[in-house]
Every structure is written in C-alpha cells, then in structure tokens.
C-alpha cells in the first residue's frame, strides 16, 4: 500500500485529499503550517488526548498508520480546502 496526499489548485481554492501520513505544508510569510493531519494510530491516540504531542515521536506504534491506498477495499480520504494567498508555498 501506499499513502497519498494530493492538492488540486484553482486561482481561488487550493483542495487537499488525504490518505495515510503523507503531509502537505504551507510555507506563508516565512512561517510553516501543517495542512494535513496524520491518519496514524498516534495522532488518534492525540486527538483522544491518550498522549501527548510530544510523546507521538517515541511512540512504540509510531509507523502504524490507519488507511493506505492498496490495502483496504474501501478508504475514507480526509478532504479540505484551502484560500490561499499571494506569495504562499504549498509543499
């Protein structure tokens, strides 16, 4: 299997689909953001305040991720949508 994070850019929207851990970032005004979020086991384990953010790096399961294309019949990508900015870097 395989993750998947894909961007589809009009001159007005930026839309994002997610699948596994593959991340997008955006660089604006020399700062870096995360676009995405994880499909993984530990940033559910965050989500649900189990852990904490810091904790997510040593993590036993760290590689265990949710979804990938190629391994389920069915996946659920995360969808959403970005306005971006004159300047801004999508990574």
């Known amino acids: 299997g395989c993750t998947l994070t894909a961007v589809g850019i009009t001159p007005d929207v930026a839309d994002f689909l997610q699948v596994g851990d593959s991340r997008a ?27 904490k953010p810091e904790e997510a790096e040593t993590h036993p399961l760290k590689n265990v991720i949710l979804q990938a294309l190629g391994t389920q019949n069915e996946v659920y990508p995360d969808a959403l949508r970005l306005i971006p900015n004159r300047n801004d870097i999508l990574l």
């Open 25 to 51: 970032y955006l660089i604006r005004k020399s700062k870096i953001y995360h676009v995405t979020k994880d499909q993984s086991l530990v940033q559910k384990l965050i989500d649900e305040g189990q852990i």
